[in-house]
C-alpha cells in the first residue's frame, strides 16, 4: 500500500480508539491533526485500510458501520439504548463455522456476528 499522511492519520485514529468508531469519529479526530482533510477521504482511505487488512469493518444494525482496531477473531454486541459496541470473546462461540457448515454444506470462509440488546448502564436506567 503507497504511503499516504491521510491514511497514516486516520490508522491511528481507529488505532488509538477504545470506541469501535463510525467514519465520522474518525473525521471528527483527524481533522484535529490535519485540518484539511475531507469526509470522503476517510470513507475511501477507511475502505482501503479494511480492505488491506489493517483495520475491520463492522457492520451495525440500524446504524452506521464501525471500525475496529482488533483484527483476531471476535464478535461484537451492539447497545440500542446508547449505540456503543462492545467486544465479545471468540471462545464463546468459536465452533460456530462447523455448526453453519454442517447444517448447510457451504463452507463458511468468514462471518461477521453482532449480536443487539441493552448494555448494564442502560438496563439501570430503565431500571431492569
Known amino acids: 500500500m503507497k504511503y499516504s499522511k491521510q491514511r497514516e ?6 488505532k488509538e480508539s477504545m470506541v469501535h468508531p463510525t467514519a465520522e469519529m474518525v473525521y471528527i479526530e483527524a481533522r484535529k491533526i ?3 482533510i475531507s469526509l470522503g477521504t476517510v470513507y475511501r482511505n477507511l475502505n482501503s485500510l479494511h480492505e488491506k487488512g ?10 452506521s ?29 468459536k465452533h460456530i463455522d462447523n455448526i453453519v457448515s454442517d447444517e448447510t454444506g ?3 470462509l468468514s462471518h461477521n456476528l453482532v449480536f443487539t440488546g441493552l448494555c ?7 431500571g431492569r
Open 9 to 14: 492519520v486516520i490508522l491511528q485514529v481507529v
Open 34 to 36: 490535519l485540518p484539511n
Open 54 to 63: 489493517y483495520i475491520k469493518h463492522i457492520v451495525m444494525p440500524n446504524d
Open 65 to 93: 458501520s464501525r471500525y475496529d482496531r482488533t483484527l483476531n477473531d471476535h464478535y461484537h454486541m451492539y447497545c440500542e439504548g446508547c449505540n456503543k459496541v462492545f467486544d465479545i470473546s471468540y471462545d464463546l462461540l
Open 106 to 108: 457451504y463452507k463458511v
Open 120 to 126: 448494564h448502564e442502560c438496563l439501570e436506567k430503565e
